[in-house]
């Protein structure tokens, strides 16, 4: 249950990786779509902690295109349910996430991201 | 300006009355205003000042107030003084009376007795003990005598303090919810699965409500989360070990059914955690590594755990070759530690 929200908070912490290392990179993904309910006050709340760059290229790199590319001002029905629609209902169930700096490689694997580091990456 | 309500406190972990009060309040966004002085959190009962009855009807188990005192001649001057609280009930209104006593059995005939002396107060409508308009509750509050031995009859009427006040239904009360989450009733939990009512107490503190992202970065059987996301938050959760959270094949499933739970879990070591900067979370709940059954682990191998024939940790591709798939060891960790 990877969700772009989890995603859009998640920067690789291998040991000595501390630039370039936002976001991680998808690639081999299965995906799904299940609904949630819908709640505005919600989206209100998280849209000033977002990544608005990180969230909508990675949206578009898994096929979403319905954000705009820059971060509207006004915050419509429309607009808040496609929000909805790319932070909580896109779940990433199988796949790698890849730190764009090191290279790292986090598996994702029965929608659980596996962010553990080997013993010689901890610092 | 504030109306007096009388609460009737249930009998379990009294440290968390307070907190619990003030966070209910922020939650529905009203005022509370507390007895003044030090407040005796472990006394059942308590006067608190409410600005209208509909924020009452949002705590349970809670009484609009008439009287109180240490002998009942008190209790009837103050309550012929309130007169102007219940007079509108005299007429027509169909009314229970009960009496009851905190640390102490009343026997019946003294329960009539106390009723009785109420007949000054002339309600006119009928006595309905099923469905009645209105609740009249009486309380006396006896000190505790744990552990000593005593008559049947001690004390009968030496009571510490005597409360009388008119019961207000809740909305809803959440206390049903501790069966609800009772970890009994999972399909799904551990040997360290924190018990429901703490769990909710807990997360009524993070003022768990829809909007607020909450995260529990011991998430275990994930308890802590399932009352917080029961009120509306979303939860993000991680452990070290990602076998609990996932559960083997369906076991899982019919409790997130249950409790509509949808959580983002994750696995990785909090002490070395993959977390962008910025504010993120809304509150942190948890019920962290301590003792034996759970201990606290961090990534890491313990120096006396590097198997034979490898001469460092820095060898680190003959391990990864060695262990596959590789599963990076833990090490014990103190919880005092990671405290700050």
């Known amino acids: 249950m990877v969700r772009l929200i989890t995603h859009n908070l998640l920067a690789c912490h291998a040991k000595g990786c501390t630039s370039n290392n936002f976001p991680l990179a998808f690639s081999n993904v299965q995906i799904e779509i299940r609904e949630a309910e819908f709640n505005p006050e919600f989206l209100k709340n998280f849209i000033p902690k977002v990544e608005w760059n990180a969230l909508v290229d990675t949206a578009r790199q898994l096929g979403d295109t319905s954000l705009p590319l820059e971060q509207p001002e006004m915050l419509d029905e429309e607009f808040l349910k496609s929000l909805h629609h790319v932070l909580l209902e896109i779940h990433v169930e199988e796949g790698v996430m890849t730190c764009p700096n090191c290279k790292h490689e986090y598996p994702i694997s029965n929608g659980i991201p596996n962010m553990l580091l080997a013993e010689h990456e901890i610092g | ?340």
């Not at chain 2, 008190?74 to 509108?88: D, F, K, M, P, T």
């Not at chain 2, 499933?253 to 977390?275: C, E």
């Open chain 2, 1 to 340: 300006m504030f109306f007096k309500y009388l609460i009737v406190f249930a009998q379990a972990h009294h440290e968390f009355r307070i907190p619990e009060l003030q966070s209910v309040a922020k939650i529905h966004g009203f005022d509370i205003s507390l007895p003044e002085g030090e407040i005796e959190t472990d006394r059942p009962f308590m006067i608190v000042g409410l600005q209208s009855e509909n924020h009452a009807r949002q705590l349970a188990a809670i009484y609009e107030f008439y009287a109180q005192g240490s002998t009942y001649e008190e209790v009837h001057v103050q309550n012929r003084a309130n007169q102007a609280l219940w007079s509108r009930y005299k007429l027509n209104t169909s009314f229970k009376f009960f009496v009851t006593a905190f640390n102490h059995k009343l026997p019946q005939t003294q329960q009539r007795q106390v009723v009785e002396s109420f007949s000054y107060t002339d309600f006119m409508g009928k006595i309905d003990m099923k469905n009645p308009d209105i609740v009249l509750g009486c309380f006396e509050e006896y000190v505790e005598k744990k552990g000593m031995i005593r008559d049947r009859h001690d004390d009968h009427g030496q009571f510490r303090q005597v409360y009388l006040g008119r019961w207000i239904e809740e909305l809803g009360s959440a206390r049903v919810l501790i069966k609800t989450f009772d970890v009994k009733k999972r399909n799904y939990f551990g040997n360290t699965s924190m018990e429901s009512e703490v769990s909710l107490l807990m997360a009524n503190q993070t003022l768990a409500s829809p909007g607020k992202l909450i995260y529990d970065p011991f998430l275990g059987t994930e308890t802590m989360a399932y009352p917080a996301a029961y009120f509306g938050a979303q939860v993000l959760g991680s452990d070290i070990d990602g076998r609990q959270m996932q559960g083997k094949g369906s076991d899982r499933a019919p409790d997130l059914i249950l409790y509509n739970y949808t959580g983002h879990l994750l696995t990785f070591d909090i002490t070395h955690n993959p977390w962008r900067c910025g504010g993120l979370f809304d509150a942190i709940v948890t019920d962290p590594p301590y003792g034996v059954r759970a201990s606290a682990k961090r990534l890491g191998r313990k120096k006396d755990s590097v198997p034979k024939g490898w001469r460092c940790i820095s060898n680190i591709e003959a391990i990864l070759a060695h262990d596959s798939p590789y599963i990076p060891p833990t090490k014990p960790y103190e919880l005092s530690n990671l405290a700050v």
